[in-house]
């Protein structure tokens, strides 16, 4: 993951109280963009392994809501009894106003997670005209109410906050729009995460289309454990907790594509990768991701790259089509 600041991007003061936070863990810890003092957001990422539990609470900004997307390892964010754990791929926020909150990471595990710091006045700036539709942690900020340190319920990330998760790693622009793409990316945090429906039915319509987004998810989580023996529909549909039929009617009307349709992409995009490695020829590379026949895996390779797999590597990545969502 890139650690380097845009170049025109402000390099930013960590606070001792910060810096001191992640002392222990050394190059565990990188600022990938923003500034909380100067830009108002600062995305952090956090790669390390530790042997004592370790205190989390003390990189908090004071009056900051901070963003947690958490990948692997476990750890927690609580106030007197209300406790917000985070596990594997598991998204939340909390605030941290004039009462300190608690927070851990646990010990022997692996950790990886991106925090995303926010200011007040970043979200004043961009929240103002929707404070009636916000968590009542982030609507106090807004409306200049002061409001109480707090923790969100955290929950499981979906699709497009996985996606979101994997592009920080390697933004796909230049380093002169990562400022600009960095700061899109805290909107689109604000967004899946800051809102909460007003009414019974639309709480009823939300939870709905969560329960329909976790479905798809695990779909294709399925998908991904191995691309060459894919159980058959109605193994997938008992996993997902639902009959075959409504979960081919979900995912087709969330993804835009059929399960068989995705599965080609996802065979079709791994495939891909082993090729681009250099450590796979096409026959060895259409094997590995479930093709017995080689004409098969070209043709299907063709329609989705516009070239034959012999050829993709040589191909510039402008050149490419075909990718997934």
Known sequence: MSTQAPSNTPIPEVPSTEAAAWAAIGAGWRQLSGSYHQLGFSFEWHDFTTQAPLDWARSFHPDSVEICLNLTGTGEVSLGGRRAAFGPWIAGFYRQAQVPLTARRNARQHHQFVTVELSPAFLRRMLRSFANDLHPLIRAIVQDAGGESGVSDPEPMNLRLRELVASLRQPPVLASAQALWFQAKAAELVGELFFQPQDAQELFCHRQ?????????????????????????????????????????????????????????????????????????????????????????????????????????????????????
């Open 209 to 325: 289309q969560r329960v329909a987004r976790n479905r798809v998810d695990s779909v294709i989580a399925i998908l991904r454990r191995d691309l060459t023996q894919t159980p058959p529909l109605e193994q997938i549909a008992r996993e997902a907790g639902c009959s075959p039929f409504y979960l081919s009617r979900t995912f087709s009307k969330e993804t835009g594509s059929t399960i068989p349709q995705y599965l080609r992409q996802l065979r079709l995009e791994k495939a891909s990768e082993l090729l681009k490695s250099g450590n796979y020829n096409v026959t060895e590379a259409a094997i590995e991701v479930g093709y017995n026949s080689l004409s098969h895996f070209s043709q299907a390779f063709h329609q989705a790259f516009g070239c034959c797999p012999g050829l993709y590597p040589t191909r510039t990545p402008s050149q490419r089509v075909g990718r997934i969502r």
